[in-house]
């Protein structure tokens, strides 16, 4: 089976990489042609643009950053959807929103191709080690099909339907809820700080009760301030509070932690924090 993989940042390369290890045929896109060159000298195919990629491939891996991003490797100018095969499969990694999700199902089904929403749980340590979780959700025959593919890049997916909109729902919510435990996290150790309490020590009490490795790693990044290089960009944490933000609106749900972090971020990333692990969270706080 032949591969494309388009987007080779921090959670796209390793992923291209495992793919290689797996055995497939690999070729690669990235709008920064130097991303392709380790990848091209460890066996890999570069491709001149996602039109190309795609059809060299009977799947297609996008991992971007946002709907801009996606939108543009799949419809714009060489894009990959003129050059995917009928029945072949854009497995689309990325979090994006639930209305995109939808238009992207819509496309490829109108050109007798399949779409998955596929989105990752995990950050690029645990996709350099093939240990992300997958969320997918698209048609039967499409899921059969990349079973195997998913299978080599995770530890673990999980099937939530028929509908790609319902994958991208859940990885928005699950988002949600990191950005919910930042916030606590913050507000307590900004807290016990002024009661004089190290941060590392509260955290390891708050470890004992809860058991977390998410508190542990988010915690330990913030007693340490070792907010770079980030693992998941500030304005990157912004950008999926809105997509939680608006995904609730659409269904009439309220998310008022939402509306809290999302004024937090905004003041970080005008203090110039936007390029920050999404952790400094604790510094546009304090």
């Not at 004992?208 to 998941?232: C, D, H, K, R």
């Amino acid at each position: 089976m032949k591969i494309a993989v388009i987007g080779l940042g921090n959670m796209g390369q390793p992923i291209a990489r495992n793919v290689l290890q797996a055995g497939y045929n690999l070729t690669v896109y990235n709008r920064t042609k130097q991303k392709t060159e380790e990848l091209v000298s460890e066996g890999a195919q570069a491709a001149d643009t996602p039109r190309q990629a795609a059809k060299t491939a009977d799947i297609v891996i996008t991992m971007l950053s946002d709907d801009d991003s996606v939108s543009a490797v799949t419809f714009g100018e060489n894009g990959l959807i003129e050059g995917l095969a009928e029945k072949g499969i854009h497995i689309s990694m990325s979090t994006i929103s639930v209305e995109f999700s939808e238009k992207l199902a819509a496309a490829h089904a109108e050109k007798g191709q399949f779409f998955l929403a596929a989105p990752v749980l995990g950050r690029p340590d645990a996709a350099e080690k093939a240990a992300l979780r997958i969320i997918t959700a698209g048609p039967a025959e499409a899921k059969q099909t990349a079973k195997p593919l998913l299978a080599s890049l995770s530890q673990q997916v999980f099937d939530v339907g028929e509908e790609s909109k319902t994958a991208n729902a859940a990885k928005i919510s699950i988002n949600f809820l990191l950005v919910s435990m930042l916030e606590a996290l913050s507000e307590s150790f900004l807290m016990m700080e002024k009661y004089g309490l190290e941060q590392k020590q509260f955290l390891e009490i708050a470890s004992a009760l809860f058991g977390s490795p998410v508190y542990q790693n988010y915690g330990t990044i913030m007693a340490e301030q070792t907010f770079e290089p980030a693992g998941f960009k500030m304005s990157l944490g912004l950008k999926d509070t809105n997509l939680a933000l608006a995904a609730a609106k659409q269904v009439s749900a309220n998310l008022p932690l939402a509306e809290l972090a999302k004024s937090h971020f905004e003041s970080g990333i005008e203090q110039g924090f936007g390029d920050l692990d999404w952790a400094a969270l604790i510094k546009c706080i304090k």
